[in-house]
């Protein structure tokens, strides 16, 4: 075990179900099951999917069917969203959903919240068949709608069943300051996008921690950070692995969303300059290795931000690669 790994830290799954510019969405969703059962084996605390639409190359688009088919795969995992969009859907619906897969799988469920739509404005108007302006300043407020349909506090004389009494355990996303400061009002545990947003890592954990109010979710704030991690049995092959997912990056920050590319699409796109240097700055942002640079890296990510559970996202092209690294990350913690 490398010294500076905490092993109190729990390591968790992030798990987008990627699809391969030469797979499809149904070898997509078996792999998230397989990975999930792998990842149990391997130790894993929690196991959450995340909510994306209108991107070709993430399956993830129904957190909760999702769930309900990883949750019936495994047994001691937590399973949850990470996160469910709540400015896409009705409180009551969330709340009926998760409420259910609480019922069916006492105790194990996590029902992680984002603030922002998780998608492109047309895609998200179609999400919420609305016509009036898109925002989400009304959060705070739908937040709490959610909670009480759990409680059945102010839910304007509605009984969301079976959510009623069968809460699961509720968490705040971010990739910003203003997630982290209602998380740390409302006392919940907060899990920070440092995969795509490593800029406002350290400054975000921080107003959580400042702005924290004890609550009866939680006593003392409680931080998990996710973070993408590729580990193979070098530095170079990680290097190598990592290529096209940069570049299914690249793509969609030029609006272009598509399947992850083969290595061979990876090595063949004609990259400019500005690409390049996008991409650089992409991957210098992830902890990418053989088992010794990564142990290095976690260890550094975690004595930073002083998280209290790192959870894992891997985005390869290959899922035997993908398991692999998760195989090499538990170990390292052997």
Request: net charge negative; with cysteine; charged share 20%.
């Amino acid at each position: 075990m490398h010294p500076d790994v905490p092993t109190d830290v729990p390591f968790s799954v992030l798990d987008l179900a990627p699809v391969a510019s030469d797979s499809t969405e149904t070898a997509a969703l078996r792999n998230s099951l397989d990975l999930a059962r792998r990842t149990e084996r391997l130790g894993y605390h929690r196991y959450w999917v995340a909510e994306h639409h209108n991107m070709p190359g993430i399956a993830s688009s129904a957190p909760a069917v999702l769930l309900a088919h990883i949750a019936m795969a495994t047994s001691t995992l937590r399973i949850g969203s990470g996160g469910v969009m709540l400015p896409n859907h009705p409180p009551l619906v969330v709340a009926e959903q998760f409420g259910m897969l609480e019922a069916l799988h006492p105790g194990r469920v996590d029902l992680g919240i984002g603030r922002a739509p998780g998608t492109d404005q047309v895609t998200a108007r179609a999400l919420r068949r609305s016509t009036g302006p898109l925002s989400a300043d009304d959060f705070p407020e739908q937040l709490a709608e959610l909670s009480n349909y759990f409680t059945g506090r102010d839910s304007n004389g509605i009984t969301a069943v079976p959510a009623l009494d069968n809460q699961p355990a509720m968490w705040l996303l971010g990739s910003s300051g203003y997630s982290a400061q209602v998380a740390g009002l409302l006392g919940l545990p907060f899990a920070f996008a440092h995969h795509f947003s490593s800029e406002n890592t350290l400054p975000a954990l921080a107003l959580y921690r400042e702005r924290f109010q004890p609550s009866a979710t939680l006593a003392e704030p409680y931080a998990m950070v996710a973070a993408s991690v590729i580990c193979a049995d070098d530095d170079e092959t990680a290097r190598e692995l990592a290529q096209p997912g940069a570049l299914q990056f690249l793509q969609l920050r030029k609006g272009t969303p598509g399947r992850m590319p083969t290595p061979a699409e990876a090595a063949a796109y004609p990259y400019t300059d500005m690409d390049r240097l996008f991409i650089d700055d992409r991957l210098d942002s992830q902890i990418i290795g053989g088992p010794d640079t990564v142990r290095k890296g976690i260890a550094d990510l975690l004595a930073a931000t002083n998280a209290d559970e790192l959870m894992i996202t891997t985005n390869v092209y290959d899922h035997a690669d993908r398991v692999r690294s998760y195989e090499l990350v538990a170990k390292g913690r052997e």
